[in-house]
């Protein structure tokens, strides 16, 4: 229930968007709705479908290892169980008073650099070495003793070995490419931020950086007015941010081919039912058996069931959810949508809106079995973006409308599945854990608005800054509304053939490519294991430095290599007793302290209580690692 009610609604990050820089604001009712319809939607998709990517062991969601073996663990005899849960507790406490010095008392912590402490004047060093503040550099060899940063994403010791590995090699392509476009002024990027995912004016220049004021090209029914545009100049991205999304969209399409190529046994159960008999009695109606309600889903032996998975064998004992719950959910959820987007005036037509659903629908199936099998997400709303641009162009607001009902119903479908992992991993009862699902949901929806009208209001200049802090950031934010204008309301001038960035939605055609010359060197080759490179988590992880804070990466993968693969191998029975119930410690510790210095002295409660300044608490002069800030970049704020 918590989890369900933790994921973050995309419509509500749309409806910040609008709220900052667009000064529109839906009635109450109304922007519920929306949220409710685009979160419910996913799981409507994710229920049918949780034959193909919830029952199969391979399925397996490696982020559920650590609470499944904590839940496990907690309903063992004490006495067993007792060593385990020392580790977790000792972690969880000392994380609980550790993370006080990262995030409050003293954030050098959360990124040491020995290059930017002995060169304070260098805006090189600062790009390749800087990386505790947000948008800041790319934190190489930075020592991060921050385990909000190092795990807060995702933890290292449950990542697999193999996504490690390929998340490591996309890290390490992209410190060239990165440094290269931007020391080369590719997309004349001297001019712009190092790293920055927000739209800047053409007026900008390495003194100083303007950003792009979106409402000076739009009209009254905020679609872009050629007119105005014209004066104000198409906007530029900087250059991190155009490779990280030709890199995405590589990835994009990547998946989709190396899962075919790769897994299609694995996936083959989603679409087997789209047989020509089938097909044939989809269109008569009258055949059809409308008493839908009495229909029982299918039944299998108990081998059959331990062919797929021990735990899904031992499922068996309960009564499994009927597929027309979640058939009903999605209806309900498509018909609340059609009302809220007319109501809230999103400029989005019902025939887009039913083009996005059907999109996630049909995207699910990879992208999900990607992060089920790799422990790996994959962020799609840029493709979602692509394809609402050239149905809806210079529409900014219906295409980030469009990309909400497309990417977020995909993303909650995700979680959703995800749970219900964990409920086969406990044994728990499958009605049980839906009804824990919509309860949390309904919960997690009307928070998650309270706290975004709270946290807009009261943090809108810095959310709308080019750089935040170690804290708070608008970088999500500002890419959402960067990608809506772009695609939305600017494709043809932007991204059309010939034009500047035509790249970024080439990556699709790239992508396809991709994985291709692994294959190819796999069949000449069979016994070189080609398939252990994964093009799609490559080139995902390319884009990882576009903006955000980088100082951890260096910790994330050292602790994650050496638990997966030194201890994994050369210590296993460590491994299998400790190593999941330690990461659940870190992690609740880090969270629990995490929360309550949100709403004590980092201004969740609505009010700041910044630490005194000094050596380790650098904010108000500068960067926290004591790398030079930009100049260009303006006044720092008081934190």
């Not at 977020?408 to 979680?415: D, T």
């Not at 935040?468 to 772009?486: D, K, P, R």
């Not at 093009?535 to 903006?547: F, K, Q």
Request: aromatic residues 16%.
């Amino acid at each position: 229930m918590a989890g369900s009610a933790s994921a973050t609604p995309e419509a509500m990050v749309t409806l910040a968007v609008q709220k900052l820089w667009y000064d529109i604001e839906p009635n109450v009712f109304v922007a519920l709705c929306l949220i409710f319809s685009a979160q419910m939607l996913g799981y409507g998709v994710a229920g049918l479908l949780r034959k193909t990517l919830v029952y199969p062991t391979k399925m397996l969601y490696p982020a559920n290892l650590p609470v499944a073996t904590l839940l496990e663990t907690l309903h063992k005899d004490k006495d067993k169980a007792k060593a385990r849960m020392k580790y977790f507790y000792v972690s969880f406490v000392v994380l609980f008073f550790w993370q006080v010095f990262p995030q409050y008392i003293m954030p050098i912590l959360g990124g040491l650099s020995l290059f930017c402490l002995t060169n304070r004047t260098s805006l090189f060093t600062t790009n390749l070495f800087g990386g505790s503040m947000a948008n800041e550099g790319l934190g190489i060899l930075q020592i991060s003793l921050d385990w909000q940063m190092i795990g807060g994403g995702k933890n290292p010791l449950w990542v697999p070995l193999q996504t490690l590995l390929n998340e490591f090699a996309g890290y390490l392509i992209s410190i060239g490419l990165y440094m290269a476009l931007f020391y080369g002024n590719a997309w004349n990027g001297r001019s712009f931020p190092f790293l920055s995912p927000m739209l800047f004016s053409e007026h900008s220049n390495s003194t100083k950086y303007i950003p792009y004021d979106v409402k000076k090209i739009l009209n009254s029914k905020h679609q872009v007015d050629p007119v105005l545009l014209a004066k104000q100049g198409v906007p530029w991205f900087s250059a991190s941010y155009a490779l990280s999304l030709t890199t995405i969209n590589i990835a994009i399409s990547a998946t989709i081919v190396h899962m075919l190529v790769w897994h299609y046994d694995d996936l083959k159960s989603a679409w087997s039912w789209a047989t020509i008999a089938n097909m044939k009695l989809i269109a008569q109606p009258w055949t059809w058996n409308w008493k839908f309600w009495q229909h029982e889903e299918s039944t299998m032996t108990e081998q059959e069931a331990e062919d797929i998975d021990p735990h899904y064998r031992l499922m068996m004992a309960y009564k499994d959810i009927p597929s027309w719950w979640f058939g009903a959910i999605w209806i309900c959820s498509v018909a609340v949508g059609l009302f809220a987007i007319y109501q809230a005036d999103t400029t989005l037509p019902w025939w887009a809106f039913f083009i996005a659903c059907l999109l996630s629908t049909v995207c699910l199936v990879f992208f999900a079995a990607l992060t089920a099998m790799f422990g790996f997400s994959l962020y799609v709303q840029p493709f979602m973006q692509i394809i609402g641009a050239y149905l809806l162009p210079g529409m900014p607001i219906a295409n980030m409308y469009f990309s909400t009902f497309g990417f977020n119903s995909l993303y909650q479908a995700k979680h959703m599945l995800k749970d219900l992992k964990l409920g086969q991993y406990a044994h728990l009862a499958p009605r049980c854990t839906f009804t824990m699902q919509m309860v949390g949901t309904t919960v997690g929806c009307i928070t998650s608005y309270l706290m975004m009208q709270k946290i807009t209001t009261e943090k809108r200049e810095i959310l709308m800054a080019i750089q935040g802090t170690n804290i708070w950031s608008g970088q999500l934010l500002q890419g959402h509304n960067t990608q809506a204008v772009a695609w939305g309301g600017l494709a043809k001038d932007m991204f059309n053939v010939g034009k500047r960035y035509q790249i970024v939605p080439l990556g699709l055609l790239i992508g396809m490519a991709a994985p291709l010359p692994f294959v190819l060197i796999h069949k000449i080759f069979p016994k070189s294991n080609m398939g252990y490179w994964n093009t799609a988590i490559i080139c995902g992880a390319m884009g990882a430095l576009s903006h955000g804070t980088h100082s951890a990466f260096l910790m994330y993968y050292s602790i994650g290599i050496f638990t997966q693969f030194y201890l994994r191998r050369y210590r296993p029975n460590w491994f299998v007793k400790y190593n999941y119930i330690l990461s659940a410690g870190m992690d609740g510790g880090t969270s629990v302290i995490n929360f309550l210095l949100t709403f004590t002295v980092f201004g969740g409660g609505g009010k700041n209580v910044p630490f005194p300044p000094y050596w380790g608490n650098n904010h108000q002069r500068g960067n926290y690692d004591y790398c030079m800030r930009d100049p260009a970049m303006g006044k720092r704020r008081a934190h």
